[in-house]
């Protein structure tokens, strides 16, 4: 019989991270699968892009299995709210705002705001040439947030979305006079491609902590410190043992961690 249980106990000893993560409650995470390069649909319908990547080398860091959830990106807090799901990992901006309602982790990239246009199009100052100009946002986004803020007062008409893609389509389709977003989804998600064909970016980066954040984090609910601790270690392990590297390069060709 000892030697029944010490042979019981070895086994035990023996499992592997990745079998132990198995019988560990999976981290439920909700996503906007609509904003490449960062989450996107494949042509099979699966999930993919540099959060979802990103995600899975957590949750690989962590020892637990994934869970990914689709939400409308404006549905994300309050799905959060009501534990629809444990945590938001979808290129959400940690911003003054946010930090009311949810808790955030350490930033895992941090990429300036710009403005797309037609090719040719001059901007010095946003505010005097784009008066009387539509302007599309993501709804409920950091950018919907400066465009009601400083666009909307200074005669610039503010036009919201439900997904940067569909902003996209009426930008082609001359619909929209501008938008203004992550400059690396624009630059991905649009300008590379076959749709973006004779548009560009046009004026200043924007960068103002108040509207912009301090980079996309990933949210929690208010008051799950645990968790948010948890996750910011495992942003910090995949810095540090090249895991985060290997994901950046599979999607671009600079530091999209920033300073």
Known sequence: MKK??????????????????????????????????FAFKTPE????????????????????????????????????KVRKFDAVLSSMSITE?????????????????????????????????????KVGVQRSSIYDRYASDVFAPAGIEVVRYGSQNEIFLDLQSGRLDATLADSVNIDEGFLKTDAGKGFAFAGPDFTEEKYFGQGAGIAVRKGDKELADKISAAI??????????????????FNVYGD
């Open 97 to 133: 705002e946010r930090l009311k309602s949810v808790d955030f982790t350490k930033k895992y990239y941090h990429t300036p705001a710009k403005l797309a246009m037609k090719e040719g199009m001059s901007v010095s100052d946003p505010l005097v040439d784009l008066k009387g100009k």
């Open 45 to 80: 319908g699966a999930i993919s892009g540099f959060d979802y990547d990103i995600g899975e080398a957590l949750c690989a860091e962590m020892q637990v299995k994934c869970q990914w959830i689709e939400q409308e990106f404006d549905g994300l807090i309050p799905a959060l």
């Open 4 to 37: 029944i249980a010490l042979l019981g106990a070895l086994a035990l000893s023996m499992l592997s991270p990745l079998a132990m993560a198995e019988d560990a409650k999976p981290l439920r995470i909700g996503i906007e699968a609509a904003y490449p390069p």
């Open 236 to 253: 910090a392990a995949i810095r540090a043992n090249g895991k985060y590297e290997e994901v950046q390069a599979k999607y671009f060709d």
